[in-house]
């Protein structure tokens, strides 16, 4: 099992707002052996310096899993991203971010958690590529609403709170339905049929072809089967394939990604 992370600005930003981080957790209560997690995290483009809420959410939940082990828990991730922005003096508005992880579970299986928009991918064993992709209608719920209650009313008030999550396997639909809350979204992914989990911002969502000057929005599962498509998962894999499709395959056919685009992930069996 290994783990890697990359992240890379939008054509449309000063400032990338967007970071994931990848690695081995090595302590926690009751684990047993090191385990691997991958975290990515996207800062509000309204927001200032939401760039460092998003490093410090980041932080938080890696820290979360060296403490704890096997699980993340909003209200103590939030609490110390926003211990982290007070000692600096920076305003809590910075934590106006998503994030979104993965980590190895007790069992060996792979615990997905994602609180804000952004999309989960998993190539199968079979080889087919099954996507979870969570829409918040374009209002995230973002964990800074925890910290202050008229913060998040306003937020319910003016009607958002309802998140959208479609299913895809083998680029097929098979299923869409909407959470509402603040609760995270989970799921666990048996690692038998799973050869790699990855999580990403919405960046992914955000490709666009200009090869006829018409600005045409790209599928994300078209951009996923690129990224995915790993030619080793040894060393950090998933920066050489992101550079890879970035600076190559998207430069040639014209391809551009105006949001920040972030992207970690856990590959589940021995480096090739």
């Given at each position: 099992m290994h783990?890697?992370a990359f ?6 930003h000063?400032?990338c707002?967007?970071y994931?981080r ?7 209560r ?7 997690f991958?975290?990515v995290s ?8 939401s ?5 410090f959410?980041t932080?938080?939940a890696?820290?979360a899993?060296?403490?704890y082990?096997?699980?993340?828990d909003?209200?103590?991730v939030?609490?110390r991203?926003?211990?982290a922005?007070d ?5 809590r508005?910075?934590?106006?971010a ?6 190895q579970?007790?069992a060996?299986n ?5 609180a804000?928009?952004g999309?989960?991918a998993?190539k199968?064993?079979?080889?087919r590529?099954e996507?979870?992709?969570i ?8 964990l800074?609403?925890l ?6 009313q306003?937020?319910l008030?003016e009607?958002?709170?309802?998140r959208?999550i ?19 979204w ?10 790699f989990?990855?999580?990403f911002s919405d ?5 666009q072809?200009?090869s006829?000057?018409?600005g045409?929005q790209l599928?994300?599962?078209a ?11 040894r060393?950090?894999f998933l920066v050489?394939r992101c550079r890879?499709f970035?600076q190559?395959?998207?430069a040639q056919?014209?391809?551009?990604h105006?949001d920040?685009l ?11």
């Amino acid at each position: 099992m290994h783990s890697n992370a990359f992240y890379a600005i939008g054509s449309s930003h000063t400032v990338c707002q967007d970071y994931a981080r990848a690695g081995i957790t090595r302590s926690g209560r009751g684990l047993a052996k090191e385990r691997c997690f991958a975290v990515v995290s996207d800062g509000c483009s309204s927001s200032a310096h939401s760039d460092l809420g998003a490093r410090f959410l980041t932080c938080a939940a890696m820290h979360a899993l060296e403490v704890y082990g096997d699980a993340l828990d909003a209200n103590w991730v939030i609490g110390r991203a926003a211990s982290a922005a007070d000692q600096l003096g920076i305003d809590r508005g910075c934590l106006d971010a998503t994030l979104l992880a993965a980590w190895q579970g007790e069992a060996g299986n792979v615990h997905v958690w994602a609180a804000g928009d952004g999309v989960v991918a998993a190539k199968r064993r079979d080889g087919r590529i099954e996507t979870w992709s969570i829409d918040d209608g374009g209002a995230p719920a973002y964990l800074s609403y925890l910290l202050k209650e008229s913060r998040m009313q306003q937020y319910l008030r003016e009607g958002y709170g309802a998140r959208m999550i479609t299913h895809t396997l083998g680029g097929r639909e098979t299923r869409m339905y909407a959470a509402s809350g603040f609760t995270p979204w989970t799921t666990t992914l048996d690692s038998a049929d799973y050869e790699f989990v990855l999580v990403f911002s919405d960046g992914v969502e955000s490709f666009q072809s200009d090869s006829e000057s018409t600005g045409v929005q790209l599928s994300s599962n078209a951009i996923l089967e690129h990224l995915m498509a790993l030619k080793s998962t040894r060393g950090e894999f998933l920066v050489r394939r992101c550079r890879r499709f970035l600076q190559k395959h998207c430069a040639q056919h014209l391809w551009k990604h105006l949001d920040d685009l972030g992207v970690a992930g856990i590959y589940l069996g021995e480096p090739l």
